[in-house]
């Protein structure tokens, strides 16, 4: 089964504009996180949510979860070209602890 | 922050051939992990590793793939033979928990299968 969705997107958008990205889960989750992978490099862990969390702020992002329609967001504001990554959600299921699913992410380009 | 290193960042094969991948994880980390990633699309897990021991794998962790940490230090995938369809991305991660929330992922070695 797929632990994670994400609703698959391409954004272009310019320096400074804000962004958000959605994702979406068939099942229960405990942890939400979102990273971030720029090209030729590994993800790398944005912000973690929890699912006793609503929302989770990190400098210009912020994550929510909402664990009733199993949807989360992260939205990034005054975004920077060095923004521009694919943006990944990932699940971990509360009987699976030591597997992280991902979904299959959001490419996030910013012009300058 | 804590850095996994892959070498090498790209392999090419022939078809048939064994191919070991190598990372080395982050130093006081005991849970290690095998991500594929095909082009254009989303990481898929392979394998995790725990204390000598594989944790839990995935479907497409065939049984021509192997993994182990010999000396306490790489922890490598072995793929023995290879096939057209293992050319991807390996990225392997490591965490300190078991619960995986924190991951840190190498940059990958890029797997090409002639």
């Known amino acids: 089964s797929q632990w994670g969705e994400e609703n698959l997107q391409a954004l272009s958008i310019q320096e400074g504009e804000d962004v958000t990205m959605n994702c979406s889960y068939k099942t229960y989750t405990t942890v939400v996180q979102w990273y971030r992978q720029k090209s030729g490099k590994g993800p790398a862990q944005l912000i973690l949510i929890r699912s006793n969390e609503r929302e989770k702020r990190s400098g210009r992002l912020r994550a929510t979860l909402d664990t009733s329609s199993q949807s989360s967001s992260l939205s990034i504001t005054g975004t920077l070209a060095t923004d521009t990554a694919v943006y990944f959600c990932?699940?971990?299921?509360?009987?699976?602890?030591?597997?992280?699913?991902f979904g299959t992410g959001t490419s996030l380009l910013v012009d300058p | 922050g804590p850095k996994v290193l892959q070498i090498p960042s790209h392999q090419i094969i022939d078809m048939g051939q064994m191919v070991t991948l190598n990372c080395d994880p982050v130093s006081n980390h005991l849970y290690f992990y095998w991500y594929k990633q095909i082009l254009g699309q989303q990481m898929e897990f392979l394998v995790n590793?725990?204390?000598?021991?594989?944790?839990?794998k995935s479907k497409l962790f065939k049984d021509q793939f192997s993994v182990e940490r010999p000396d306490g230090s790489y922890f490598t995938l072995k793929i023995q033979p290879t096939a057209l369809e293992d050319s991807a991305v390996y990225f392997c991660?490591?965490?300190?928990?078991?619960?995986?929330?924190?991951?840190?992922f190498g940059s990958g070695t890029r797997l090409t299968v002639l």
């Open positions: 590793f725990y204390n000598g021991k594989v944790m839990e």
């Open positions: 990932a699940a971990t299921p509360s009987n699976m602890g030591y597997k992280l699913t």
């Open positions: 991660a490591s965490s300190l928990e078991q619960s995986a929330e924190t991951l840190y």
